[in-house]
């Protein structure tokens, strides 16, 4: 904000926000087609919690698939044998909504895209700014580094951690660099990114006490409340695609073992309970800097409060 005033001082231009170029936010809007072969690499080892059902944009119905272990294998087998009908109908509604100029399923907080507007502050800047603000999400991250760090040293699961991390590297350094985005994987968690920042532009983040308590009971009020609803399954989103990474690496292991559908139950269960602590550990913290970081626009800072939060991490996960 500061080099936006000196520029408008000095009659040049304000220089655009990186993460709200027209480049990128053209690039968010873009519906990518999805493919058989993705779609079937998640439908088999991990079809059992929904995981091609997300991929499809079908988030309640994956949300559902992955809290009954895909129907009691049931649903999973049927999915399975019609896999290409469930793409075309993926594509055809998203090639519909581009060209109506909507945003893609996991950009529904957003307007149109001709009536997007991303030259003002955003409209809660006044309310939420100040030093006062700065100090108490510093403490809040502290505290959201050393219990989560303490809780994956005593449950030997360190995928939240890992995930937490991952963001924060993303987030400051992966999202600036214009190679990343040609990178596998690492090009999905930079649109995430920015997708982020533009719901938060969007929507007021709130105060840091309901940042405390919302990852708990915005599940709970998601089904009624839109905006409470895009918000959890951007955090869902954030942490399934890594955990489904992870999760995936577990299943090719147990495929090769004996007990094979024991274990599959076991699986499951460890996805959501990894899932469900990475959300409500690292949807306040994503929320807190990325605030900070549409508030300030000063990099020092969200890099301090990303410094305290990586520090507590370690204390709770080694001290």
């Not at 997300?54 to 949300?63: A, D, E, H, I």
């Not at 983040?205 to 309901?210: L, V």
């Not at 990852?215 to 695609?241: C, D, N, S, T, Y």
């Not at 139950?265 to 409500?280: K, R």
Request: hydrophobic content about 55%.
């Amino acid at each position: 904000m500061t080099a936006d005033r000196d520029a408008a001082r000095d009659g040049a231009q304000p220089a655009i926000d990186p993460d709200f170029a027209p480049e990128v936010v053209a690039d968010l809007y873009r519906f990518r087609p999805r493919r058989l072969l993705p779609t079937a690499a998640l439908a088999l080892p991990l079809g059992i919690v929904g995981a091609h059902r997300f991929y499809l944009g079908r988030f309640w119905s994956g949300l559902f698939m992955l809290l009954t272990a895909g129907g009691g294998l049931l649903w999973w087998l049927w999915d399975l044998s019609r896999l290409r009908r469930l793409i075309d109908a993926s594509n055809t509604e998203g090639r519909e909504r581009e060209a109506e100029g909507l945003p893609p399923w996991g950009m529904g907080f957003l307007p149109p895209q001709q009536e997007l507007c991303l030259d003002a502050p955003p409209a809660w800047a006044a309310a939420r700014s100040g030093r006062q603000r700065v100090f108490y999400s510093a403490l809040l991250l502290f505290a959201i580094g050393l219990v989560l760090g303490g809780l994956c040293r005593s449950t030997q699961s360190y995928e939240p951690a890992f995930v937490l991390t991952l963001f924060i590297v993303v987030s400051l350094i992966a999202s600036r660099v214009k190679g990343v985005a040609k990178i596998p994987v690492l090009n999905a968690l930079v649109r995430w990114v920015h997708r982020l920042r533009l719901f938060y532009h969007s929507v007021d983040p709130g105060s840091i006490r309901a940042l405390i308590t919302r990852p708990i009971f915005g599940i709970f009020f998601a089904i009624w409340r839109p905006k409470i609803r895009a918000e959890v399954r951007l955090h869902l989103q954030m942490g399934g695609l890594v955990v489904l990474v992870l999760t995936a690496l577990d299943a090719l292991q147990l495929a090769t073992s004996e007990g094979f559908w024991s274990g599959v139950g076991l699986l499951a269960a460890e996805f959501a309970q990894t899932l469900l602590c990475t959300y409500v550990f690292v949807a306040p913290a994503s929320a807190l800097l990325t605030s900070q970081l549409l508030l300030a626009r000063r990099d020092h800072v969200v890099w301090a409060l990303s410094a305290i939060t990586l520090f507590a991490l370690y204390l709770g996960l080694f001290a």
